[in-house]
């Protein structure tokens, strides 16, 4: 069985301060980690995924997020946040093993930036 | 690259009608695609994988007769809700995997109001 936790509902940050979007997983095998962002109405964009090889992904928009085994986790990071990152962030993962390809997602954290 | 479209965005129909929403992959085959259905400030609940040329597999809980799945080529995947009723109203969101890929591709989303 393959789940997400997402320990935050809200994240308020100011304009300019860095963020950071907590997930932590669990799987019965090697995970595969993705970050979705879903603005109102809208579907899920994709930002970035861990597959192999760097602990330290980079994705779209200045995201980046960093895989820890040890901790099982999977935060979303930014240096420094804009108003326009406002958005509900998802966590998901997959296990390896899984052929069929689905995800199992977070209950999602919506990030509030200040201006 | 990697754009799913649905079709309609938005539908509005009258309880006891049935609704048909279309997923298509606009520039990539896809083998495999996702029907999810999100609830206000919620997550997205996996409904059902969808594989090109064979049925549907749905999750536990999802009731097949009620929403018909059919997947008639790597680009087209529709879901058709039949004799809606106002608790079936929802956003519905599907997604895409490219063949022999890791990364679900979602669309824009349909929002069903049944009244």
Same mark, same amino acid.
């Given at each position: 069985?393959?789940?997400?936790?997402?320990?935050? %509902?809200?994240?308020?940050?100011?304009?300019?301060?860095?963020?950071?979007?907590?997930?932590?997983?669990?799987?019965?095998?090697?995970?595969?980690?993705?970050?979705?962002?879903?603005?109102? =109405?809208?579907?899920?964009?994709?930002?970035?995924?861990?597959?192999?090889?760097?602990?330290?992904? !980079?994705?779209?928009?200045?995201?980046?997020?960093?895989? =820890? !085994?040890?901790?099982?986790?999977?935060?979303?990071? !930014?240096?420094?946040?804009?108003?326009? %990152?406002?958005?509900?962030?998802?966590?998901?993962?997959?296990?390896?093993? =899984?052929?069929? =390809?689905?995800?199992?997602?977070?209950?999602?954290?919506?990030?509030?930036?200040?201006? | &690259?990697?754009?799913? #479209?649905?079709?309609?965005?938005?539908?509005?129909?009258?309880?006891?009608?049935?609704?048909?929403?279309?997923?298509? #992959?606009?520039? @990539?085959?896809?083998?495999?695609?996702?029907? *999810?259905?999100? @609830?206000?400030?919620?997550?997205?609940?996996?409904?059902?994988?969808?594989?090109? &040329? #064979?049925?549907?597999? *749905?999750?536990?809980?999802?009731?097949?007769?009620? @929403?018909?799945?059919?997947?008639?080529?790597?680009?087209?995947?529709?879901?058709?809700?039949?004799?809606?009723?106002?608790?079936?109203? #929802?956003?519905?969101?599907?997604?895409?995997?490219?063949?022999? &890929?890791?990364?679900?591709? @979602?669309?824009?989303?349909?929002?069903?109001?049944?009244?």
């Amino acid at each position: 069985a393959q789940s997400v936790a997402q320990p935050e %509902d809200q994240v308020n940050v100011a304009e300019g301060n860095p963020l950071t979007v907590k997930c932590t997983y669990s799987v019965s095998g090697n995970p595969y980690l993705f970050w979705y962002v879903q603005y109102p =109405n809208r579907g899920l964009q994709f930002l970035l995924k861990y597959i192999t090889g760097d602990n330290l992904v !980079k994705g779209s928009y200045g995201f980046e997020a960093e895989f =820890n !085994k040890s901790q099982t986790s999977f935060h979303l990071k !930014k240096p420094s946040a804009l108003v326009s %990152d406002s958005a509900l962030y998802f966590c998901a993962v997959r296990d390896w093993n =899984n052929a069929g =390809n689905m995800l199992t997602f977070g209950g999602g954290t919506r990030l509030m930036v200040k201006p | &690259g990697a754009v799913v #479209s649905q079709h309609p965005s938005r539908v509005i129909c009258k309880s006891g009608t049935s609704v048909k929403i279309e997923c298509r #992959s606009l520039d @990539f085959q896809a083998t495999t695609m996702f029907w *999810y259905r999100q @609830f206000p400030k919620q997550s997205l609940m996996l409904m059902a994988t969808s594989n090109e &040329g #064979s049925k549907a597999t *749905y999750e536990q809980g999802v009731e097949k007769d009620k @929403f018909l799945i059919n997947h008639a080529s790597l680009t087209l995947s529709t879901l058709t809700v039949t004799s809606a009723h106002p608790e079936d109203s #929802s956003f519905y969101i599907c997604s895409a995997s490219v063949v022999g &890929g890791d990364t679900q591709y @979602f669309g824009p989303g349909t929002r069903l109001t049944v009244l």
